[in-house]
């Protein structure tokens, strides 16, 4: 039912395009006719939002992928740099947001380890929404940054690296089955910043596959059984992705390819100092305005990305 919703939402769409289209014609049928200039002014501005509308819409189209369609979930972890690798992330979970709330998505923090002095060490965050692991899957990678730091009594310029995760919501248990003899189960206080407990119960919890040595932990919520449900949906979007990159690896090897592992070469550079430049390496796209894309504006981005990988 949730993806025949989707699907006719969609086709929903399409024919109110269509629609908007046949009237725009009209409109500017009775333009010619009159000789109106303010109205063919009028309808040179509906063409132009027609035509970023098709343009989002077909582009849509592409992503095809079997959880393309569907939620993500987005995980940020503090690499190189001490203290501004833990301002990076986040700023980098500010960023994603941002993103997200621009589209109507909906975002909630089920697990998060605070920075030593500022920032966060690790997020894993979900994204509800149409689409939302088709456009952030564009976002794995390293992310490096590049900046005077504020945490630098001499103000010098330091590189920080934060890498980011993201996978599928898995909503069929059918799809990914955990047995319960395949998991390890803990529970313990949650923390916060500098380790201090804040809860006298311990309702976080901590979840290891046993047979794949994937360890997942979630503490943001008050309740051990939230907890424990939101690692348990953590944990199966782990395993679909290790199956898909079980997947991937079968078939570089048949077609003799060298798989190499995404951590240790930034796939995007963000610049500050001295000039200003947000660079993605995979695609060479570049963008000026730093400010938007820390704000969220990530999709020119994300999508030349998509529109290579997928066309290829």
């Known amino acids: 039912m949730r993806e025949l919703n989707s699907l006719r939402g969609e086709v929903e769409d399409w024919l109110n395009l269509h629609k908007q289209a046949r009237d725009a014609l009209e409109l500017l049928d009775l333009a010619l006719a009159e000789n109106d200039e303010s109205l063919g002014q009028e309808v040179e501005a509906e063409v132009e939002r027609l035509t970023r509308a098709f343009e989002h819409r077909e582009f849509e189209l592409l992503l095809s992928g079997p959880h393309d369609r569907g939620s993500a979930i987005l995980a940020i972890h503090a690499g190189a740099g001490g203290t501004d690798a833990s301002d990076w992330a986040q700023m980098l979970l500010r960023m994603y947001v941002r993103w997200a709330e621009a589209r109507g998505f909906r ?9 030593d002095e500022a920032g966060i060490k690790s997020v894993t965050v979900t994204v509800e929404g ?5 456009y952030l899957r564009a976002e794995r ?12 009594a001499a103000h010098r310029r330091h590189t920080s690296f934060a890498l980011v995760e993201v996978w599928p919501q898995i909503e069929g248990d059918d799809e990914i089955v955990i047995r319960p003899t395949d998991i390890e ?4 206080r949650a923390s916060s910043a500098g380790g201090q407990h804040v809860q006298k119960n311990e309702t976080a919890v901590r979840i290891r596959h046993l047979p794949t040595g994937v360890i997942v932990t979630c503490q943001n919520e008050r309740s051990q059984t939230q907890n424990r449900e939101n690692a348990m949906k953590v944990l199966r ?3 679909a992705e290790l199956e898909e990159q079980k997947r991937r690896e079968q078939l570089a090897e048949l077609k003799g390819e ?17 000039y200003q430049m947000v660079k993605d390496h995979r695609t060479g796209h570049e963008v000026s305005n730093t400010a938007a894309v820390l704000d969220g504006d990530l999709d020119a981005l994300m999508e030349s990305y998509l529109r290579e990988t997928i066309q290829a």
């Open 185 to 188: 189960i803990e529970t313990y």
């Open 258 to 274: 060298h798989v190499k592992a995404e951590w240790g070469s930034q796939i995007r550079s963000y610049v500050l100092h001295p």
């Open 237 to 239: 979007a782990r395993l």
């Open 107 to 115: 975002t909630d923090v089920i697990d998060q380890m605070d920075g």
């Open 130 to 134: 149409e689409h939302a692991f088709g």
């Open 141 to 152: 990678g390293v992310h490096r940054l590049v900046r005077l730091s504020p945490f630098d």
